[in-house]
């Protein structure tokens, strides 16, 4: 069965400073990778996703991934943040061959610091 | 073009009260899902569906029971409501299962007394 670790509950980081969220996965099939984040109030929104091809995917807001079979791994980055950037940030796993569901991990909260 | 629509947003519910959340979508998606989303335990899905008429259990579905009866809407009902219930519940819809993202709707909070 698939599972997704996120071993941060909780990362504040300074404005304009780099942040890394980590996310950890574990299956016995190819998978798919999706980071999803959350603002107040609201309902998850996809930022991000690794489907296949390059293991460095990004999103139109500065953030990216980067897909390491090897370490089983899908972190998420930002060279700089901003006060925008403070949300709740899920990882998840699809495995491939028709399974329909979304494994998520138990989120990041992201608190920037003015 | 309004995605996903949850109704009611906020509702407080006394012990044994029964209610039903109604997720409805305009995108034409096949596939939606449940999810209740509690403190430091992500999301975690109670029911799902494939399509029109179909169901099945997620992670979490004692206590609560689904139905697919159109295309668009998908029920979420709570028969005896416990206080172990409180929690925010999301609906969400796709149109691939795998490779495409689920798109989600605002949540409904759901306090049970």
């Known amino acids: 069965a698939q599972s997704v670790t996120q071993l941060d509950s909780q990362v504040p980081v300074f404005e304009e400073a780099p942040v890394e969220l980590r996310c950890n996965y574990s299956s016995s099939v190819s998978v798919y990778l999706f980071w999803y984040v959350q603002y107040p109030n609201q309902g998850l929104q996809l930022l991000l996703k690794y489907l296949s091809g390059s293991t460095l995917v990004k999103s139109i807001n500065g953030f990216e991934a980067e897909f390491n079979k090897s370490q089983t791994s899908f972190h998420l980055r930002k060279p700089s943040v901003h006060i925008s950037d403070t949300a709740e940030y899920f990882c998840?796993?699809?495995?491939?061959?028709?399974?329909?569901?979304?494994?998520f991990g138990t989120g990041t909260r992201l608190t920037i610091i003015p | 073009n309004a995605g996903v629509t949850q109704t009611p947003k906020f509702r407080v519910l006394k012990t044994g009260q029964s209610m039903t959340l109604l997720c409805a979508q305009d995108?034409?998606?096949?596939?939606m899902y449940w999810y209740r989303q509690d403190p430091g335990m992500g999301l975690r899905l109670i029911h799902y569906?494939?399509?029109?008429?179909?169901?099945a259990k997620g992670e979490v579905p004692d206590g609560y029971n689904v139905s697919r009866l159109k295309k668009q809407n998908f029920l979420l009902g709570l028969e005896s409501a416990a206080p172990s219930q409180t929690s925010v519940y999301f609906c969400?819809?796709?149109?691939?299962?795998?490779?495409?993202?689920?798109?989600f709707g605002d949540g409904t909070r759901l306090s049970i007394l």
């Open positions: 569906s494939v399509g029109e008429g179909t169901t």
């Open positions: 969400a819809s796709t149109q691939d299962r795998v490779a495409q993202p689920q798109h």
């Open positions: 998840a796993v699809s495995e491939g061959f028709g399974n329909e569901k979304l494994t």
């Open positions: 995108m034409n998606h096949e596939y």
